[in-house]
């Protein structure tokens, strides 16, 4: 199980990289940076699908967002903000334009070179800014953050989006970690039970193939172990067993009532059954 899992997870990973048509390669990164690329590729779960986050003021407004998917039938469109009144859509952002910063949990993607901006932020594109991040509910929930554009530059609209999709997958990490999880103790259990087990093997197999012997004897030390046999059954014999079944009585009397003398030896008689 736990080898299966760590031969399959790496070449599921290789079989990821090398297939060719991603979604998440239709976006095209401003800097074609490697690690970008990397980061894009986490997002691949989340294509092939709308997310849609409503806002009503000043105006009823829907935000329309794919990950490098087009949306509201414009080409090359990524995120576009739709009037509810009067079905006016206006191109917040590009994404053959995109940018995609990577943190522990949260990814940011940024599409550029949506519609100008006509009276404010110096007529520069406009930008949509979609904060992605690790959320344990089961449901992706979309939705609007603000719109950043009361200055002359850098305006943006920003967004979040929370999904599971990021959260640090940590069920390979637990089976990873499970060795260096063990305590002395079990590690000094194994190293016994190993030990023992070369020790039974091998001295069974010399018992067998060298010396010849047959039956229980094959057991390597047979004489050896049979009399730590036999005397820890004597042991247990002495400690277990009740003082009126005894073997020899008179032996434990002698240690026990010695300091006594002879009147407590005596008085002692009558309880036992001899
Ligand atoms: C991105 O797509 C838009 C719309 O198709 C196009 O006008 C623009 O030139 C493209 N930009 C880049 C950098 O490819
Ligand atoms: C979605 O996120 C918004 C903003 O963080 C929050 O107000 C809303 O309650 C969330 N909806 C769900 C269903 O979790
Ligand atoms: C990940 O860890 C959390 C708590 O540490 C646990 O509740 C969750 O079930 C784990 N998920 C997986 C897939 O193992």
Not at 103 to 122: A, N, R
Not at 140 to 154: C, I, M, P, T, Y
Request: with cysteine; charged share 25%; net charge negative.
């Amino acid at each position: 199980m736990l080898l299966s899992v760590r031969i399959i997870t790496p070449l599921f990973i290789l079989l990821a990289g090398v297939q060719a048509d991603l979604n998440t390669d239709n976006c095209k990164l401003i800097s074609s940076s490697e690690s970008e690329q990397n980061t894009l590729r986490l997002l691949e779960p989340l294509t092939n699908q709308e997310f849609i986050a409503k806002k009503q003021q000043p105006e009823p407004y829907s935000y329309i967002f794919q990950v490098c998917g087009d949306v509201g039938g414009l080409k090359n469109a990524g995120l576009v903000q739709k009037n509810e009144k009067d079905e006016k859509l206006v191109l917040i952002g590009n994404y053959n334009q995109t940018r995609a910063i990577k943190g522990s949990d949260w990814i940011m993607l940024i599409y550029e070179g949506g519609e100008k901006y006509d009276s404010h932020c110096s007529n520069e594109p406009r930008k949509a800014m979609i904060m992605i991040s690790c959320s344990k509910s089961d449901k992706d929930n979309f939705s609007v953050v603000l719109e950043d554009n009361k200055k002359k530059v850098g305006c943006y609209y920003l967004f979040e989006l929370d999904t599971k999709v990021l959260c640090p997958a940590n069920s390979s990490e637990t089976t990873q970690q499970t060795p260096s999880k063990l305590s002395g103790g079990s590690i000094f259990l194994i190293v016994v039970f190993s030990c023992l087990a070369v020790y039974l093997t091998g001295g069974f197999l010399y018992q067998r193939l060298v010396v010849g012997a047959k039956g229980v004897e094959q057991f390597p030390n047979y004489a050896f172990w049979s009399q730590i046999g036999n005397l820890s059954a004597d042991g247990c014999d002495f400690v277990c067993r009740s003082r009126g079944n005894r073997a020899e009585p008179p032996t434990y009397r002698g240690v026990a009532t010695e300091p006594l003398g002879e009147e407590s030896e005596e008085r002692d008689d009558h309880l036992l059954p001899m």
